[in-house]
């Protein structure tokens, strides 16, 4: 069973609708949990992390948290074609200290 | 806010040569700190990461190998290079905490020809 799983794409939607992207972690001791972005040939950029079960909302984004269910979500609103990029989903293991491990990524276009 | 200096950009080495990395960090302490390498259409995958100086913890068995000689300094080595080393190679740091939350340098993209 893979660490850090993702839907795995690719994501397609057009511009000014909902995008969905999901990710389940195997590690249920785990207690941070990260939203980052990568645009083609750059580094990751962070978006989003959350800590908490629930919701938590930046601007167009939201994390979805459920350690019940060992799930993160991130939901973007008012989808816009500078949002298509590769977003990755990340987990600090609860079981290991500082050990950051991702998910493989979902590929998002969002067409005009 | 945390910045993370990753040098250079890009990197053609031959076969067998060696290879070094740097990564330095301002602005915070004791951070926590990552070697990751991205194949072409993959995802990251974890190589090293430290908790403190002299404390590496190796993920992936093979060919390179990471040091920490200062606190904000992380580096990433290999004695010979192999073909399959190529990728984008992204350095990682943040806070040592519970809730930290990782930038990344600019990353080196590494042709090994």
């Known amino acids: 069973q893979k660490e850090v799983e993702q839907n795995s794409g690719p994501l397609s939607v057009p511009e000014g609708a909902i995008a969905s992207l999901n990710c389940t972690y195997s590690?249920?001791?785990?207690?941070?949990f990260f939203w980052y972005r990568q645009y083609s040939g750059k580094s990751p950029e962070l978006i989003m992390s959350?800590?908490?079960?629930g919701d938590k909302e930046d601007g167009r984004f939201t994390a979805q948290l459920n350690k019940a269910s060992q799930y993160v979500s991130l939901l973007i609103r008012d989808s816009q074609p500078s949002d298509s990029a590769t977003y990755l989903c990340a987990v600090i293991q609860g079981s290991t200290l500082g050990r950051l491990y991702f998910g493989r990524g979902t590929q998002l276009t969002v067409w005009p | 806010s945390q910045t993370i200096h990753q040098w250079p950009a890009t990197l053609v080495q031959p076969v067998g040569s060696p290879l070094s990395l740097e990564c330095t960090v301002e602005?915070?302490?004791?951070?926590?700190l990552y070697w990751y390498r991205q194949a072409a259409g993959r995802g990251l995958q974890l190589l090293f990461y430290?908790?403190?100086?002299?404390?590496i913890s190796s993920e992936v068995p093979q060919n390179l190998s990471a040091s920490r000689p200062q606190d904000r300094q992380f580096i990433l080595s290999s004695k010979k290079l192999l073909l399959s080393d190529s990728g984008f190679y992204l350095c990682a740091g943040g806070r040592a905490l519970l809730r930290t939350e990782a930038f990344f340098g600019q990353g080196t993209r590494l042709t090994v020809v």
């Open positions: 602005g915070t302490s004791n951070p926590n």
């Open positions: 590690d249920r001791g785990s207690q941070s």
């Open positions: 959350i800590y908490s079960n």
């Open positions: 430290s908790v403190g100086i002299g404390q």
